[in-house]
């Protein structure tokens, strides 16, 4: 959710060295809606080769939108720990719109980062670089993309994307729940779907296994 990119360092690193990698980097101090991160995805996908297009958590969303449409080169659309709709429900998606604001604005406690984010026994560094991650985007923005999730909804966009679809699912999930993934593959039944040992943050805390799939998913269709 934080958009930086800096976090998919050590997932980057374990794909094979002949992937032409590029990572769309969202604004840090704006609150842009869906509609309007489009343009990033946009402006990172206009390719003239094949690609597929990789999606975590936050952008999943915004990346089924953009696959909807059927750009040209795109082969494949790989979502990790994805959604197609709000995955927080009732009471406590009010709660999350209503606690966003005061969450952000302190200092992201490690215990919170191991509980929703990273599991735990995560390694020292990791924990500091979600952390430096959160606290490089202005509260109301982190705020405004938990008011974006909770009020999105892509399943007639997702009914529409004709390219496969690979599903990386972590097992320890604290934020996503089975609905979501259900959800998706009621729309999709044909998506392909690997469960993986890990926290919600499964390309971070997983990345040589998650990065060894989703080669073998971009080999496969290119």
Same mark, same amino acid.
């Given at each position: 959710?934080?958009?930086?990119?800096?976090?998919?360092?050590?997932?980057?690193?374990?794909? +094979?060295?002949?992937?032409?990698?590029?990572?769309?980097? $969202?604004?840090?101090?704006?609150?842009?809606? $869906?509609?309007?991160?489009? &343009?990033?995805?946009? =402006?990172?996908?206009?390719?003239?080769? +094949? $690609?597929?297009?990789?999606?975590? /958590?936050?952008?999943?969303?915004?990346?089924?939108?953009?696959?909807?449409?059927?750009?040209?080169? *795109?082969?494949?659309?790989?979502?990790?720990?994805?959604?197609?709709?709000?995955?927080? !429900?009732? *009471?406590?998606?009010?709660?999350? %719109?209503?606690?966003?604001?005061?969450?952000?604005?302190?200092?992201?406690?490690?215990?919170?980062?191991?509980?929703?984010?990273?599991?735990?026994?995560? /390694?020292? =560094?990791?924990?500091?670089?979600?952390?430096?991650?959160?606290?490089?985007? @202005? +509260?109301?923005?982190?705020?405004? !993309?938990?008011?974006?999730? @909770?009020?999105? &909804?892509?399943?007639?966009?997702? =009914?529409?994307?004709?390219? +496969?679809?690979?599903?990386?699912?972590?097992?320890? &999930? !604290?934020?996503? =729940?089975?609905? %979501? *993934?259900?959800?998706?593959?009621?729309?999709?039944?044909?998506?392909?779907?690997?469960?993986?040992?890990?926290?919600?943050?499964?390309?971070?805390?997983?990345?040589?296994?998650?990065?060894?799939?989703?080669?073998?998913?971009?080999? $496969? @269709?290119?």
């Amino acid at each position: 959710m934080d958009g930086t990119g800096d976090l998919f360092r050590d997932f980057v690193h374990a794909l +094979p060295e002949n992937f032409e990698i590029k990572i769309v980097r $969202y604004p840090t101090d704006s609150s842009l809606p $869906y509609s309007e991160l489009t &343009d990033f995805v946009k =402006s990172a996908t206009d390719l003239s080769e +094949p $690609y597929v297009l990789i999606a975590e /958590s936050f952008s999943a969303p915004l990346a089924i939108q953009w696959a909807a449409t059927n750009p040209p080169n *795109l082969r494949g659309l790989a979502l990790c720990a994805g959604f197609a709709t709000s995955p927080v !429900r009732g *009471l406590w998606g009010f709660a999350c %719109s209503l606690l966003g604001p005061i969450f952000f604005s302190t200092i992201f406690p490690k215990w919170a980062i191991e509980l929703f984010l990273v599991g735990p026994n995560a /390694s020292p =560094s990791l924990v500091a670089a979600v952390r430096a991650a959160i606290s490089s985007v @202005l +509260p109301k923005v982190l705020s405004a !993309r938990v008011r974006a999730i @909770l009020n999105c &909804d892509a399943r007639a966009e997702l =009914s529409r994307v004709a390219v +496969p679809v690979l599903l990386l699912q972590p097992k320890q &999930d !604290r934020l996503i =729940s089975g609905f %979501s *993934l259900r959800e998706i593959r009621r729309i999709i039944p044909g998506a392909a779907v690997e469960i993986i040992d890990g926290p919600h943050l499964l390309l971070q805390r997983e990345p040589h296994a998650t990065a060894d799939i989703v080669a073998r998913f971009a080999r $496969y @269709l290119m």
